[in-house]
């Protein structure tokens, strides 16, 4: 399965990296204006309607349309795994993992790793995936590194910026 990473340092201490990552406030203000990102839903692993904190269990119903070209694409992510969990602040490293349950890809695993060095942060985003139109998008798959450059390239600086800006 394809495999797509980025690393940045982030001027900032782990703990406030980890806390705006790990709600939907984050996920919006990091998502680039061109994915014409709409959350539709969130819902706690209990299913209590918007939570403060995405942990384990948590569910987003979300659409995007890139570009704004073609239909809008629905997207269900459920936080599979959150390291530490709740609201526990992280001593050197933490991590948490959305897979897409149900959107365009046929599988997409993202996790979103943190860790502290000194007063700064590095983070981490990894994503597995797999194209649709099975053995086509198995062929492309390693392509699609292409496409994710310029959205997480987005992501990392919007998060630099923010905590530039501190």
Request: a negative charge; proline letters at 9%.
């Amino acid at each position: 399965m394809p495999t797509y990473r980025r690393t940045t340092r982030v001027p900032a201490p782990i703990e406030d990296v980890w806390a705006f990552h790990s709600t939907v406030d984050g996920l919006r203000e990091l998502t680039p204006d061109w994915m014409r990102l709409h959350i539709d839903g969130v819902a706690g692993p209990n299913g209590s309607p918007d939570p403060e904190v995405l942990v384990a269990g948590s569910e987003i119903e979300m659409s995007m349309r890139p570009l704004g070209a073609g239909p809008r694409q629905r997207w269900t992510s459920r936080i599979v795994e959150r390291d530490p969990d709740g609201t526990t602040t992280p001593e050197r490293s933490a991590r948490f993992v959305d897979e897409m349950e149900g959107g365009p890809f046929r599988r997409w695993e993202h996790t979103h790793a943190f860790y502290a060095d000194g007063d700064e942060t590095l983070l981490v985003d990894t994503v597995a995936y797999r194209l649709p139109l099975g053995p086509l998008g198995d062929l492309a798959g390693p392509a699609a590194k292409i496409g994710f450059e310029g959205m997480f390239r987005d992501r990392h600086r919007r998060t630099v910026d923010r905590f530039s800006e501190a």
